[in-house]
């Protein structure tokens, strides 16, 4: 209701929920939102579906201050951002892994576009995260059932995984994040877990728990948010212990990012907008 706060826990912090943080502009209205996330200078940008402008980008307030990707992404799913502000997604019906400056100029991709693979890279990818020594690491989720180990500079390096339900094998790769101590936790849809690797793609523990988990954040202080179908956001310590869980969303958060300031950003499944879990404490 109107002038009444929402307010949720996450561990030992509260947030204030705010929904439709931020409003595009008449002339950019949202379509499907995919993902977001936050650049080195606080800035918002929000990748959707099904419009000219894949990327439209907020300030710190909620204003919108522009858009990219007009022409050179066709159907936007996950994104990331490195530390140096090269923002990754996967372009995931056109099969391609793209790159961009926060600016929105194409700095490389990788794959054929259109061409999809079966069992290669790439067949409808989902997700792709920077390892600590630059190698980008790609869940290949809706066409494949693997998880692609890339250089910094595009060489393929490695491919596991395969159909099913066991130790390493996929049903859905969602999303793949790798976190500060380099382990590979990809969230497995809809065998309904997190499975943790190492960087060679080794199998060391599995986390269950979760109703079809959908993005994976690991924020500065190397908590690890998980989102999934419940709707909720669970909150988990390195070793993959839950903390704690709320529900911050009416239909559940596709995407997820944290800014420098611990504030949360969710991209909601219809009806489309973003949400804001401002933080309190």
């Known amino acids: ?32 939102i995919s993902d977001l996330v936050v650049d080195s200078n606080g800035n918002l940008h929000v990748g959707h579906r099904g419009t000219a402008s894949p990327v439209l980008v907020f300030d710190r307030t909620g204003t919108s201050i522009g858009a990219w990707g007009h022409g050179e992404i066709a159907d936007i799913h996950y994104m990331s951002i490195t530390a140096d502000d090269l923002i990754l997604l996967a372009d995931r019906d056109a099969h391609q892994i793209l790159a961009f400056d926060r600016d929105g100029s194409c700095r490389f991709r990788l794959g054929d576009r259109h061409r999809p693979c079966w069992q290669a890279p790439f067949n409808h990818p989902t997700s792709v995260s920077t390892a600590p020594n630059g190698d980008l690491y790609i869940a290949d989720g809706y066409g494949n059932f693997a998880v692609h180990r890339f250089t910094a500079d595009g060489r393929l390096l490695r ?3 395969e159909p099913g339900s066991g130790a390493g094998a996929f049903t859905t790769p969602h999303c793949v994040w790798v976190d500060n101590s380099g382990r590979v936790l990809v969230a497995d849809r809809e065998n309904n877990r997190i499975q943790v690797f190492d960087q060679e793609g080794t199998w060391q523990d599995e ?16 908590m690890i948010f998980v989102t999934d179908q419940t709707p909720s956001i669970s909150l988990l310590n390195s070793d993959g212990t839950l903390v704690s869980r709320c529900r911050g ?31 309190i404490t």
Do not use: S
């Open 1 to 32: 209701m109107p002038g009444i706060d929402l307010v949720v826990r996450l561990g030992g912090r509260r947030y204030r929920i705010e929904r439709r943080w931020c409003k595009p502009a008449p002339d950019q209205p949202f379509g499907f």
């Open 159 to 161: 491919t596991w995984g």
């Open 207 to 222: 986390w269950p728990g979760f109703y079809h988990p959908m993005k994976i954040y690991v924020d500065g202080r190397g």
């Open 249 to 279: 969303t009416i239909n559940g958060a596709h995407g997820l990012w944290g800014d420098a300031t611990g504030n949360l950003y969710l991209a909601e499944l219809p009806p489309e907008q973003i949400t804001r879990l401002a933080l």
